[in-house]
């Protein structure tokens, strides 16, 4: 009796191992893909492939598939695959002279809108001043914005021509945006500042 319960328990005891040896997973070389570059890595490299430079990548919002590039012009905003791991497609830059030249006739912020990037892909982004302290887009059902510390800039403060913090602010819709934004910005203690009844 003995030997037959010592039999039924080799028995078990050798379907068990067979069975998990089976479903181990193949650690072969090539069975598990890992990349061997990070995709900061894969952006700057398609962004220098485009004659731009590329000093890093600031931000990967991938709630939104798009990350942003700073140059050392601008700041380049790249839209980024669903799965994460490769820029789709460059999109134009914000010029960081050209912003400070055009600091009376744009006020505290600047912005530009891209539609249909993709068929479900649209995006409003500028820079703004740090006296920018809200902004309202109007047009996009009154929200705010997503924003980012850039660096400190010659952005200029108060009418002057010192540095100051400057920011990159956007939204991405699947849908078209209107075009031009109606925005409106506010300052320290809610004072307007831009948009509304007020341009600065």
Not at 2 to 28: E, N, Q, T
Not at 54 to 76: M, P, Q, R, Y
Not at 77 to 92: E, F, N, Q, Y
Request: hydrophobic share 35%; charged share 25%; glycine share 8%.
């Amino acid at each position: 009796m003995s030997k037959k319960i010592l039999l039924a328990l080799l028995c078990l005891g050798l379907i068990v191992v067979l069975y998990f040896s089976a479903s181990r997973p193949d650690s072969s070389p090539g069975s598990n893909y890992i990349p061997t570059t990070s995709l900061e890595e894969a952006i700057c490299t398609k962004v220098e492939a485009r004659n731009e430079d590329c000093k890093k990548v600031i931000l990967i919002d991938t709630d939104s598939n798009v990350a942003f590039v700073e140059s050392e012009f601008g700041i380049l905003p790249v839209l980024i695959s669903k799965d994460h791991t490769k820029m789709v497609k460059m999109l134009p830059g914000l010029d960081f002279q050209e912003f400070r030249e055009e600091k009376e006739e744009n006020g505290p912020i600047t912005w530009r809108v891209e539609n249909n990037v993709q068929k479900d892909f649209s995006i409003l982004y500028g820079f703004a001043r740090d006296k920018a302290k809200t902004i309202i887009i109007n047009s996009e059902g009154n929200i705010q914005p997503n924003k980012f510390y850039v660096r400190d800039d010659l952005a200029g403060m108060s009418g002057g021509s010192g540095t100051a913090p400057l920011w990159v602010w956007y939204i991405t819709s699947k849908n078209e945006m209107i075009k031009p934004a109606d925005i409106t910005v506010y300052g320290t203690d809610g004072h307007l500042i831009y948009g509304g009844s007020k341009d600065e």
